[in-house]
């Protein structure tokens, strides 16, 4: 079976002053009347009725969040009527690896050896069949054995992202659309290194979406990263369950190094320690379906629906003689005039106004917030 993993522990920092510490960004309805959290589960269904020949039997989502926010996700989950295979609860986040690892660890439990899909909470994907169709066959290949990426084609040299070498086409049985075989991983390169994978044309963006059996997680978490290994089976033996949660002792987990799947193994999988078969077994499925991980309020106003004038406006906005803005006005009126290419959100304790180019700079507010304590 195929058994999705959603990773819901980021903060999101760069959408303030919606997106809290408290709040983050994939409990928001950015993108439509539900959440990120809500889309990326709901985005699933049909997946078994539209590929019936892929057998893919899709199980209930496991989800992976900081303590802070069980209960944020089982009511989001309770409202669109899906129940959680389990709810597991990190005292303080140790980044993507050894979330993952807690997932295969749990997801282990019930079924043999279930192959995960992995997915960020906070990514919205325009077409959905689209994407399910190439879920349907990453699941083909990831029962074969392979680690399957999904590549989306790089509009500019972003920094944030991590990149993938496509390779040769990617024979196998049933497929319905492409995969090739994955030459090279590179998690955030530099802006220079970035500008030259974009002139190649050989390289795609990692999606940060993935597809693997839980034991082949395992074991590569186990050879590139014995300490998270170590650590988080430890504290996954000595984790109390509470319901749909699962709970984690502090001081186990907080023992795991902190490190991102695309450092600890992704880029391994691909570098001098890796062997023949690693590389042969990883693949790239390149995904052309409105794909963004809403990184920032630019991102958002790209994504939603704009009017005639190019502007995006989310509650009680107006706007006069104003082209490509993003207007976010849910507790009173905002009203902007003769302007373009802005920002404006407000909440009832703050507001941003910023150039819809300096979105990526809204993070120097969070660092001056820091800083004040
Ligand atoms: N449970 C849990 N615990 N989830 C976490 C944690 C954690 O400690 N840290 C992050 N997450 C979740 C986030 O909520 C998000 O859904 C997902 O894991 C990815 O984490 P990010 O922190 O957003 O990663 P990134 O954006 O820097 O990079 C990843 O995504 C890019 C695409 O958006 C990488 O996979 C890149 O290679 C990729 O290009
Ligand atoms: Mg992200």
């Given at each position: 079976s195929l058994q999705p993993v959603i990773l819901?522990?980021?903060?999101?920092?760069?959408?303030?002053p919606l997106s809290?510490?408290?709040?983050?960004?994939?409990?928001?309805?950015l993108t439509s009347e539900h959440t990120m959290l809500q889309e990326t589960v709901l985005r699933l269904d049909g997946l078994d009725a539209e590929h019936p020949?892929?057998?893919?039997g899709l199980a209930a989502p496991l989800l992976i969040c900081n303590d802070a926010h069980r209960f944020l996700v089982a009511e989001q989950l309770r409202v669109i009527g899906v129940e959680a295979a389990c709810i597991v609860l990190e005292p303080k986040g140790r980044n993507t690896a050894p979330a993952l690892t807690l997932a295969a660890l749990a997801a282990t439990q019930d079924d043999e050896d279930p192959i995960l899909l992995v997915m960020p909470a906070d990514h919205t994907i325009r077409n959905e069949s689209g994407f399910r169709a190439a879920v349907a066959d990453a699941y083909l290949l990831a029962r074969e054995g392979a680690v399957v990426t999904f590549g989306i084609v790089p509009s500019k040299p972003e920094t944030g992202y991590g990149y993938i070498r496509q390779g040769r086409v990617y024979q196998a049985e049933g497929l319905a659309g492409r995969a090739y075989a994955l030459d090279g991983f590179v998690e955030k390169p530099d802006a220079e290194t970035a500008q030259g994978y974009l002139a190649s044309g050989d390289y795609l963006w990692n999606s940060g979406i993935f597809v693997l059996k839980a034991s082949l997680w395992l074991g590569l978490v186990e050879r590139f990263c014995p300490d998270i290994a170590q650590a988080v089976g430890k504290a996954f033996v000595a984790a109390t369950e509470d319901g749909d949660f699962l709970r984690l002792d502090a001081d186990l987990f907080g023992a795991s190094p902190s490190d991102s799947i695309d450092y600890a193994v992704m880029e391994r999988l691909c570098g001098?320690?890796?062997d023949a078969d690693d590389l042969a077994s990883a693949v790239v499925i390149p995904l052309d379906?409105?794909?963004?991980?809403?990184?920032a309020w630019s991102a958002l106003w790209e994504v939603r629906e704009q009017d005639a004038a190019g502007n995006v406006l989310d509650g009680d906005a107006f706007v006069h003689n104003a082209r490509n803005n993003l207007l976010m006005a849910n507790h009173r009126m905002v009203a902007a005039v003769g302007v373009d290419d802005l920002i404006l959100v407000e909440t009832p304790d703050a507001v941003l106004v910023a150039s819809k180019e300096s979105a990526?700079?809204?993070k120097a507010v969070i660092q001056f917030l820091q800083r004040q304590g």
């Open positions: 819901s522990g980021g903060s999101g920092t760069r959408l303030w809290r510490e408290a709040y983050p960004k994939q409990f928001l309805p020949r892929h057998a893919v001098p320690d890796a379906v409105g794909w963004s991980d809403v990184g990526q700079d809204v």
